[in-house]
């Protein structure tokens, strides 16, 4: 894969975003509906979720027929290429849904398992976030990086909720703890606009246990790459099981502490 350009990569993820994120504008602007659900009657699926889920998998195929790719909504193959694209056409469906103006197109691209391109196009605020693994973070084009925010008690901390009840009960027993420990919790509802927040110092953390890959995978490189320290608990990577990513001066406080409330049960 040493053939691989990155830049390229993201300069296609951006792109498709852009497109999808359009896609999405425009029949939002006509109403939406529920088209199914998934894992509870609140866990929902629109019409455009797949609609712009065939037209990324296509664009992206096009340019790269022999890429795999791996989608929130099923449009999944495997590839030969070993560039696998990692995608979510609408990060916030519920937002999306109520119209409220938080949510993402997010596309990353894994080359042999590792992220190295990604883009987040939130298409009701026009912005779009984007890295190359080892080149920096960027908003709109401009450089991001972290805040520079040391002391837990003084962190923005963003986190989500899964949608089953047994899981929420227990996010919301951990939230009761961290919340007297931080400055204040933001939850909105696109855990991929979060995770972009904290690049650009707009959070200075975000947690979540249950996300999904397509939820985390471009934000997280955007994070790291704009100076954001990323794991899972107790030494893991970020995975389904926990994300974590935040300033690095308050990543330990942050970790020990969800960590002590067993924050990745339930
Ligand atoms: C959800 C959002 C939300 C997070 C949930 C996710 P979806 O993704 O990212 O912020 O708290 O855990 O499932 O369902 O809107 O694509």
């Not at 425009?26 to 609140?42: E, H, I, L, Q, Y």
């Not at 795999?68 to 609408?90: H, N």
């Not at 933001?186 to 947690?207: E, K, P, Q, T, W």
């Not at 970020?238 to 406080?253: H, N, W």
Request: hydrophobic content about 45%; glycine content about 12%; proline content about 3%.
């Amino acid at each position: 894969m040493a053939d691989v350009d990155a830049g390229k990569l993201t300069e296609l993820a951006i792109e498709v975003a852009r497109e999808a994120g359009s896609l999405a504008v425009r029949r939002r602007a006509v109403g939406v509906d529920v088209a199914a659900t998934k894992s509870t009657p609140t866990d929902v699926v629109t019409a455009v979720d797949r609609e712009a889920e065939e037209l990324i998998h296509g664009r992206l195929l096009a340019a790269r027929p022999d890429d795999g790719v791996l989608g929130e909504e099923g449009a999944s193959v495997a590839g030969t290429s070993g560039v696998t694209w990692v995608i979510d056409p609408i990060d916030g469906t519920v937002n999306y849904l109520y119209g409220l103006p938080t949510y993402a197109v997010s596309i990353a691209a894994e080359v042999n398992g590792e992220v190295v391109a990604g883009a987040v196009v939130n298409p009701a605020s026009g912005e779009t976030w984007w890295a190359t693994r080892g080149e920096g973070a960027f908003l709109d084009g401009v450089r991001i990086r972290i805040s520079g925010e040391t002391r837990l008690d003084h962190a923005l901390v963003g986190t989500g909720f899964g949608y089953a009840a047994e899981r929420r009960a227990v996010q919301a027993q951990v939230l009761t703890e961290v919340i007297v420990k931080v400055r204040d919790i933001r939850r909105a509802g696109a855990a991929a606009i979060d995770i972009c927040n904290v690049a650009c110092g707009r959070l200075d953390a975000v947690y979540e246990r249950g996300l999904n890959p397509w939820d985390y995978a471009a934000g997280l490189l955007i994070a790291t790459e704009a100076g954001a320290r990323a794991g899972g608990l107790d030494g893991a990577a970020p995975s389904p099981e926990f994300v974590l990513a935040a300033t690095p001066g308050i990543f330990d406080g942050l970790h020990d502490l969800l960590s002590g409330l067993d924050a990745a049960r339930g």
